[in-house]
């Protein structure tokens, strides 16, 4: 905290119930032999230190530097992927709601902005809303600020409360697009800030711990030693110059007067350790590797291993979620019925390392199980060669070329001349 941020929190501070003022707090009397480097008298630090550091509301707790990477890292994935829709037959988007969901939502947001924008919300709060409406062009999908929505849900049934202006609107299920995370059995979800609440409130104590102490670091603390006896002439100078160092000026010491400073290193006060064992153990609420958290990482093969276990463990079971939501509850009934499914395509991040990549590309073909346009356009983003063997996962193959990279070169044998 900063000089401003005190007289901010002088004032009173925020709560979820509404902001609250503070009343003096009674205390001990200032001692004047006493020097700390802060900027203010000691009847503000009692009124400061009496109050409780926690993450009240949600936003407080997405500010906190940990819980921000981990509920950030989680909505980019997200926003990175791309969303198709595919039936029995392949992918399917030659329809306008297929290009209005995966690229353009509404005129102000991308599907990147608007899919990250949905996915941290939800995994901050456990749910997020938003608004299909029509537009000029046709359907546009808006989402609900959070900060002024309420959601009411029942033992069957949910409604959205929205605050717009000076009115409020009761927003109904059909209204609405949503998906939620996990619950305990009911159709409410938990709220996944408030489960590490107590793990985010220490990492919040932490961070203003911190910014307190380099704080001092720049201004540090110290004594002021003698070996020699001050009578009442120079006890005042000495004490003069004291009140000068406490307002930023700089003090003249004479008689043999020494100042030493009190001060130690964020290393020796195992602030680093502190602040990396809060992260770990925030990123278990959200299932992130540790590779992905400390700069202790392994080697490329455990990091590698490591970013399968985050898509596994984290976006999987968030965009599943999301896929069956825009399947159900934004696809219209003929499109559905004809088995159009969304689909994030989370291909690029499963895949591994280039070399990587193109043996599983190799297997792929080898085994009939792709075709070389499958393969081209699906995932190397190349245009396809349109012949109709390359469109024929069986079309036989020339053994030259094909070689199987799991046998060590290895012709495959449904390849090999007799």
């Known amino acids: 905290m900063g000089p401003d941020d005190y007289v901010r929190t002088r004032r009173g501070f925020n709560t979820s119930e509404g902001h609250y003022a503070v009343a003096p707090v009674p205390g001990r009397p200032a001692p004047s032999n006493v ?14 230190s009496g109050q409780a550091t926690e993450a009240n509301t949600a936003e407080t707790a997405a500010r ?25 037959r392949g992918p399917r988007n030659d329809f306008p709601l297929a290009n209005t969901l995966a690229y353009e939502p509404n005129p102000l947001q991308t599907g ?43 033992e069957r049934s949910m409604s959205v409360l929205y605050q717009t ?17 996990l619950s305990d059995g009911r159709l409410q979800p938990m709220v996944p800030w408030k ?9 919040l104590a932490l961070e203003v711990g911190a910014r307190a102490y380099f704080r001092n670091d720049r201004r540090p603390a110290g004594v002021v030693t003698t070996e020699q006896k001050l009578n009442d002439e120079s006890h005042g100078r000495l004490k003069d110059g ?52 400390s700069d202790d990482g392994g080697n490329a093969g455990n990091n590698e291993q490591d970013t399968r276990s985050f898509v596994n463990w984290a976006v999987r079971p968030l965009t599943r979620r999301i896929e069956q939501a825009i399947t159900v509850r934004m696809l219209p009934p003929d499109i559905r019925a004809a088995g159009v499914r969304a689909k ?20 792929a073909r080898t085994g009939s199980i792709m075709s070389i346009d499958e393969i081209r356009t699906g995932w190397f983003g190349l245009a396809p060669l349109n012949e109709d063997w390359s469109r024929d996962p069986r079309a036989a193959l020339n053994s030259n070329r094909a070689a199987d990279t799991a046998t060590g070169g290895e012709t495959a044998p449904q390849d090999k001349v007799n």
């Open 112 to 154: 990147a902005e608007f899919w990250a924008a949905m996915a941290f919300c939800a995994v901050l709060r456990g749910e997020a809303f938003a608004e299909p409406t029509v537009g000029y062009d046709g359907v546009e999908v808006w989402l609900l600020d959070p900060l002024r929505t309420t959601s009411q849900w029942g």
């Open 344 to 363: 994030f395509n989370l291909d690029s991040m499963l895949r591994g390392d280039a070399a990587t990549q193109w043996k599983n590309a190799v297997l």
């Open 195 to 203: 489960q590490a609440k107590g793990a985010i409130d220490f990492q």
């Open 64 to 88: 906190v530097a940990a819980v921000f990477f981990c509920t950030s890292i989680i909505a980019e994935a997200v926003g990175s992927m791309g969303l198709d829709f595919r039936d029995d």
């Open 242 to 293: 004291v009140s000068t160092w406490k307002k930023g000026g700089i003090p003249v010491f004479e008689q043999g007067v020494k100042y030493q400073s009190v001060s130690s290193s964020n290393d020796e006060d195992q602030l680093v350790d502190l602040f990396k064992q809060r992260t770990l153990e925030l990123a278990r609420y959200w299932r992130i590797p540790r590779s992905m958290v």
């Open 165 to 181: 202006g000076t009115t409020t609107r009761r927003l109904l299920p059909q209204q609405l697009f949503w998906f939620t995370t």
């Open 35 to 48: 020097t700390d480097g802060r900027f203010f008298g000691d009847e503000v630090w009692n009124i400061i």
